[in-house]
């Protein structure tokens, strides 16, 4: 499955794969508000329509929000990130790797 959601308000967009027994929710230019709460719904429909594994990968953001922050914190709060859990997030980029720390400390 391949897919990608174009979100009307933001400047951020999602895209959608799978393999296996994951789908991966790629979070693509800025990280607002709505591109979370689209992250959300994404993660929340993949889990009741029986994915095992979700992946939120943002290694691919432009840039961020305060907004996107605060929401990207609350999304780790209702999901939060470890060992056994169904949802684990990723940053392969230093903008990603910002966001999550940032929204870490948001959260904590």
Do not use: C, F, K
């Amino acid at each position: 499955m391949e897919g990608r959601i174009l979100l009307g308000g933001s400047e951020g967009e999602l895209r959608l794969t799978s393999a296996a027994d994951t789908i991966t929710i790629e979070a693509h230019g800025t990280l607002d508000a709505a591109t979370v709460a689209a992250m959300a719904g994404a993660a929340a429909g993949a889990l009741e329509n029986g994915w095992d594994r979700v992946h939120i990968d943002l290694g691919h953001i432009t840039g961020h929000t305060d907004d996107g922050l605060d929401a990207l914190a609350d999304l780790q709060g209702r999901y939060p990130p470890g060992a056994g859990r169904r949802i684990a997030y990723r940053a392969s980029s230093d903008t990603g790797q910002e966001a999550l720390l940032a929204a870490y400390s948001r959260a904590g």
